[in-house]
């Protein structure tokens, strides 16, 4: 019986809760293929969101494919990552989420497209 593979996140983690504008943020997450063997690489992608539903609406902070040392991803294996990101200076003062998507691209197809997300709170400053 052919599974299809399932991608979702197990950990998402930010180095700090608050950012100063135009200051780097380490974004690191573990993720994990929860089905079926998948032949395929994909790419992933951070965004910053006004909440904490992430979407590709949303804007990208950084975007890249998942290295050969990782993909393909076979069943019931994880992954883990950490990139740093940083918050554009033209970004407003407020509070914001950072989130992650898995196969950004929707490059595979899953047995559930809906869990491929997850998103931390952050808060953005500056100093005047």
Do not use: H
Not at 7 to 16: K, M, V
Not at 55 to 80: A, F, H, M, N
Request: proline letters at 4%; glycine letters at 8%.
């Amino acid at each position: 019986v052919y599974k299809r593979q399932d991608y979702t996140f197990t950990a998402l983690s930010l180095s700090q809760s608050s950012v100063l504008l135009g200051n780097p943020i380490n974004v690191t997450y573990t993720a994990e293929n929860r089905g079926g063997y998948v032949n395929e690489c994909f790419n992933m992608g951070i965004y910053l969101s006004s909440n904490d539903i992430i979407s590709t609406y949303d804007r990208e902070l950084r975007k890249w494919g998942l290295p050969t040392t990782i993909c393909p991803v076979g069943e019931g294996q994880s992954w883990s990552q950490t990139w740093t990101v940083t918050i554009p200076g033209d970004v407003p003062v407020g509070s914001y989420y950072i989130g992650i998507i898995v196969d950004v691209d929707n490059f595979v197809s899953e047995s559930n497209e809906n869990n491929n997300t997850a998103a931390r709170a952050i808060s953005v400053y500056t100093i005047y």
